[in-house]
């Protein structure tokens, strides 16, 4: 895999997805997941397609059952796996103490298109205008190297709001149009009403591809073991 190519990864995965390692007799895999909402499954195909574009792959996007919660409920989702050694540049840059971090060194690497996949991932729009945005770390500090990275992309100034569970951060309505404006031609085609202030066309969200899969009940439970090797 070339330098592009771990970019293009990085970009895709900066705000969601996990990797987790695995050892085995031959040396070891890296596996990624990739899930979504079953009503969100647009955007997961549009993330795969463009995994996809990176290392090929006859992974699919299945329907998943996740644990019972207090509740003993369960939720459908849709999920997205897949195992590759290919991956391992990536996770090494994504996780370099074991565990995810955003870093300096790996912010650098990515441009206007992985802060498209950041906004189009966590931008909550606001009934003023402005937007809170999720999926920016854990803590304080990776949220401050992700703000600060988008002032340098799109010149937009934004705080950090630490009254969440985890770090978000508000743009006022002015300096989140400065984004919209700056990235609005990378944005996927399924969250454009988060780049040019539309409203929320559901059409635009749901796939007939990925919903005729669930109508069909495949489900996978979570004691399951799934490997997809690309």
Do not use: C
Request: aromatic letters at 8%; proline letters at 4%; a positive charge.
């Amino acid at each position: 895999m070339d330098a592009a190519d771990v970019r293009g990864l990085l970009g895709l995965l900066v705000g969601d997805g996990s990797l987790v390692p695995y050892r085995t007799p031959s040396g070891g895999y890296i596996q990624l997941t990739l899930t979504a909402g079953a009503t969100e499954s647009a955007f997961l195909e549009e993330k795969v397609d463009e995994f996809k574009q990176f290392i090929f792959t006859r992974a699919k996007i299945v329907p998943y059952k996740t644990k019972p919660r207090n509740s003993g409920k369960s939720t459908q989702i849709l999920r997205f796996r897949v195992s590759t050694n290919k991956l391992r540049p990536v996770y090494n840059l994504l996780y370099p103490i074991g565990e995810k971090q955003l870093t300096r060194t790996t912010l650098d690497l990515l441009g206007a298109q992985a802060a498209a996949w950041l906004w189009a991932e966590g931008a909550k729009p606001m009934k003023d205008g402005s937007v809170l945005l999720s999926r920016v770390g854990s803590t304080f500090e990776e949220s401050q190297l992700i703000a600060n990275w988008l002032t340098m992309l799109t010149g937009a100034e934004g705080s950090i709001d630490e009254a969440y569970i985890r770090p978000r951060i508000f743009f006022k309505t002015d300096q989140a149009q400065k984004i919209r404006e700056t990235l609005k031609n990378y944005a996927p085609k399924s969250r454009i009403h988060l780049f040019n202030k539309e409203l929320w066309d559901v059409s635009a969200i749901r796939s007939s591809r990925t919903e005729l899969q669930l109508g069909k009940g495949i489900d996978q439970s979570e004691g399951e073991k799934e490997k997809a090797m690309a």
